[in-house]
């Protein structure tokens, strides 16, 4: 479609009669604000009964292991190798030292 093409151009009647048709609704600002609150509402009530009848979830612990040597904050890669828990092994990389 062209700018300077008209619109009947394009299409044919029919498609124009049901655009020419289509009515919208008014748009009302009100609505907008009132399913807002609503949805704040049943939020704040249903995290409220969550916390009043469910059971509070357990704290993930932090755990922050010491090496037996003090660390080189210079140390671009810094390796701390647990020998009987390779699982517990930790590389500690600094990209901005590299």
Not at 8 to 37: F, K, N, Q, T
Not at 71 to 76: E, L
């Amino acid at each position: 479609m062209n700018a300077s093409e008209p619109f009947e151009g394009v299409y044919d009647a029919e498609v124009v009669a049901a655009i020419d048709a289509l009515v919208l609704p008014a748009h009302d600002p009100d609505v907008r604000a009132d399913w807002s609150a609503a949805v704040m509402f049943t939020t704040a009530l249903m995290s409220g009964l969550a916390q009043a009848v469910g059971e509070e979830p357990e704290p993930i612990p932090v755990i922050e292991q010491e090496p037996l040597r003090p660390r080189d904050p210079t140390a671009a890669v810094e390796v701390i190798l647990v020998p009987d828990a390779p699982a517990a092994s930790v590389a500690l990389v600094r990209p901005w030292l590299l």
